[in-house]
């Protein structure tokens, strides 16, 4: 029977949630092969849509009959930027089952550090993790032509929505690690996150698909995000989009703290 350890003074969570994150980080370091996975994804998809895919599907949106030097990747990038986001997920959710599976975080509840701090280390290690891969894909996005409107307070703003969305996907794929039973099935449970840009407005307007579709892609709740952080970059108005997509973000991160902590606390 494992003993459980009185817990941490509330003074101490701080340097608990400090150490926490300075394993995950080293983690990252010393195994890069996730890392490495979560930021090739979207660039490939980046790359694939400009160079291979570019020149019919911006013909198709009106945006011209060329791929570098027409309005498609100024569409594609914000689109890319929330894939970017969603792939951290699949790396986050593995590490958080490997810590459970591999017995290191019973260890951890046998010591005198707060419980929390555990989760929170993840989510913090992750959460930098995915912004620099935000940064990385960004960069190579200007690099190919990508040229948005928008001056610094619109570049806050899309950033700062990117953090929330982060923040929030992040904390889901924390519970989802939590409740998968082996990485294996942690990396197959979040994948409906990687595939969600697919069905909105990421890469073609959702009025060009079939009704059913269309009416799935305008109401999940990742295409308002997308066309926020597009109106923003854009420098264009983001309407009703700017609204639902804090509240989608707010509402996610909410419920899958309470969610994954609850999982982690309930009885081994």
Same mark, same amino acid.
């Given at each position: 029977m494992t003993t459980h350890a009185a817990p941490a003074p509330a003074k101490h969570l701080f340097r608990?949630?400090?150490?926490?994150?300075?394993?995950?980080?080293?983690?990252?370091?010393?195994?890069?092969?996730?890392?490495?996975?979560?930021?090739?994804?979207?660039?490939?998809?980046?790359?694939l849509f400009v160079y291979v895919l570019g020149r019919p599907l911006a013909a198709g949106i009106g945006t011209g009959t060329g791929y570098i030097n027409t309005g498609y990747i100024n569409y594609?990038?914000?689109?890319?930027? %929330?894939?970017?986001?969603t792939a951290a997920s699949t790396s986050t959710a593995v590490s958080v089952?490997?810590?459970? /599976?591999?017995?290191?975080?019973?260890?951890?509840?046998t010591m005198a550090i707060s419980r929390s701090s555990i989760l929170v280390?993840?989510?913090?290690?992750?959460?930098i993790q995915t912004m620099v891969s935000v940064g990385i894909v960004i960069v190579l996005s200007l690099l190919m032509g990508f040229r948005p409107n928008a001056g610094l307070t619109g570049w806050l703003a899309a950033l700062g929505l990117i953090a929330l969305l982060t923040f929030?996907? /992040?904390? %889901?794929?924390?519970?989802?690690? /939590?409740?998968?039973?082996?990485?294996?099935?942690?990396?197959?449970?979040?994948?409906p996150l990687a595939l969600l840009p697919f069905i909105g407005s990421a890469f073609v307007p959702t009025d060009s698909m079939p009704t059913v579709v269309r009416?799935?892609?305008?109401?999940?709740?990742? /295409?308002?995000?997308?066309?926020?952080?597009?109106?923003?970059?854009?420098?264009?108005?983001?309407?009703?989009d700017g609204i639902a997509a804090v509240a989608w973000c707010v509402g996610?991160?909410?419920?899958?703290?309470?969610?994954?902590?609850?999982?982690?606390?309930?009885p081994a």
């Open positions: 608990d949630c400090t150490t926490m994150l300075r394993r995950q980080l080293k983690h990252a370091l010393r195994y890069p092969g996730l890392s490495i996975g979560t930021i090739a994804v979207p660039v490939v998809f980046l790359l594609l990038a914000p689109g890319i930027l %929330l894939m970017t986001v089952c490997t810590d459970l /599976t591999e017995g290191i975080v019973a260890r951890f509840r280390g993840h989510v913090v290690g992750s959460f929030a996907v /992040t904390w %889901l794929a924390v519970a989802l690690g /939590t409740l998968s039973k082996t990485p294996e099935g942690a990396s197959n449970i979040v994948m009416v799935f892609a305008e109401y999940q709740p990742f /295409t308002p995000v997308i066309e926020t952080i597009r109106a923003l970059l854009m420098d264009t108005p983001a309407g009703s996610i991160a909410a419920a899958a703290c309470l969610w994954a902590n609850k999982l982690f606390n309930r």
